[in-house]
């Protein structure tokens, strides 16, 4: 089975910085073999898209409302994801998920809580 575990969310005042990790465990996921991404989802609306990394972690992908302002990492010696987030804003308030590119319905976790204060 396996598990997808966000953290390090928070409240942070719009120009703040936070750090969130994605940490994955499962007898049969083989992280790093696994283009893996970073999603939101925004209170009454759909989630979307943030940020993905390939295998090596040598190629990245954003969403044009972040880009500049995220960083994805990635660590396969700790099956751990990164998502540097600097510049916040207030319409980065959501709720954030990681999940492999593309994502499986039986990956999602609980995601982590960001709340950015204008």
């Known amino acids: 089975q396996v598990q997808l575990v966000e953290s390090g969310g928070g409240l942070v005042q719009a120009g703040g910085s936070l750090r969130l990790t994605c940490a994955a465990s499962g007898r049969t996921f083989r992280f790093s073999y696994n283009v893996m991404g970073w999603f939101r989802q925004a209170p009454g609306k759909e989630r979307v898209f943030v940020a993905r990394i390939n295998w090596t972690g040598g190629s990245t992908w954003y969403a044009d409302s972040v880009k500049g302002r995220f960083t994805i990492s990635r660590d396969n010696a700790k099956n751990m994801v990164y998502l540097q987030m600097n510049s916040l804003e207030p319409e980065d308030t959501a709720i954030y998920y990681c999940?492999?590119?593309?994502?499986?319905?039986?990956?999602w976790g609980q995601g982590t809580q960001v709340t950015v204060s204008s």
């Open positions: 999940n492999t590119i593309p994502p499986l319905s039986a990956y």
